[in-house]
């Protein structure tokens, strides 16, 4: 069975960092393309970054871009988002989603996800 | 970036009616049309990709239907399972965009 749990979320002041984890089990981790997707409280959906099962191809929201870094770590099955200059408009609950094969963005599996609160 | 307008916002029906959910793409994506059910505070699931294909263990009342610019999603029975707000996303071009959502409602 595909799981994905994530980890790491909590309550941050505005400029912070967080770094978000994603511990994948259940599937080849490493033949997948990984992404965190968000969802702000009472809001839609939002994908924020992707990246490819060799991390070679690394892509970013522009919302997001210059300040997330995602990255993965196949020999332990995990995937990160570290997270910096936090801003309010970045709280949101953070979903893990595992790419259905051969995509990069179609999202077969999503974790639970883990709840960022950006306020002073 | 490709904005996705779905149509309603909001739905009521009753059990066993049919429910059709529109979504329309600002730019020809083909059929990178992906449509998602989010039941209140649980994560999304995926149950209809490429415009028409229904995910594995998806109920087959689930359908969907379009292609270029506009995209129909239709629950041939409602359920009160169904019960849930439906999101659109097309993934031709990034950034991935998703509409706004569809909340139904049983009546």
């Known amino acids: 069975e595909v799981q994905l749990v994530e980890s790491g979320g909590g309550l941050v002041k505005p400029g912070g960092s967080l770094r978000l984890s994603c511990a994948a089990s259940g599937f080849t981790f490493s033949s997948y393309s990984m992404n965190w997707v968000r969802q702000a409280p009472g809001k839609g959906l939002e994908w924020v970054s992707s990246?490819?099962?060799?991390?070679?191809?690394?892509y970013y929201a522009d919302s997001v871009k210059g300040r997330f870094t995602i990255s993965r770590d196949n020999a332990k099955n995990s995937l990160y988002l570290q997270m910096n200059s936090l801003r309010a408009e970045d709280t949101a609950v953070y979903y893990c989603?595992?790419?259905?094969?051969?995509?990069?963005?179609?999202?077969?599996?999503w974790g639970q996800g883990t709840l960022v609160t950006v306020s002073s | 970036d490709i904005q996705m307008t779905q149509s309603p916002s909001s739905l009521s029906a009753s059990v066993g009616d049919r429910v059709t959910i529109t979504c329309q793409a600002s730019q020809d994506i083909s059929n990178y049309l992906n449509w998602y059910q989010q039941k209140p505070g649980k994560a999304p699931k995926l149950l209809i990709y490429d415009a028409s294909n229904l995910e594995t263990g998806v109920p087959s009342r689930f359908s969907g239907s379009g292609s270029g610019t506009d995209f129909t999603f239709t629950i041939s029975s409602l359920q009160p399972e169904d019960i849930a707000t439906y999101y659109c996303?097309?993934?031709?071009?990034?950034?991935?965009?998703f509409g706004q959502g569809t909340k139904l409602e049983i009546k």
């Open positions: 990246i490819s099962s060799s991390s070679s191809y690394i």
């Open positions: 996303q097309q993934y031709d071009n990034l950034p991935s965009t």
């Open positions: 989603a595992r790419a259905k094969s051969g995509s990069y963005v179609l999202f077969d599996y």
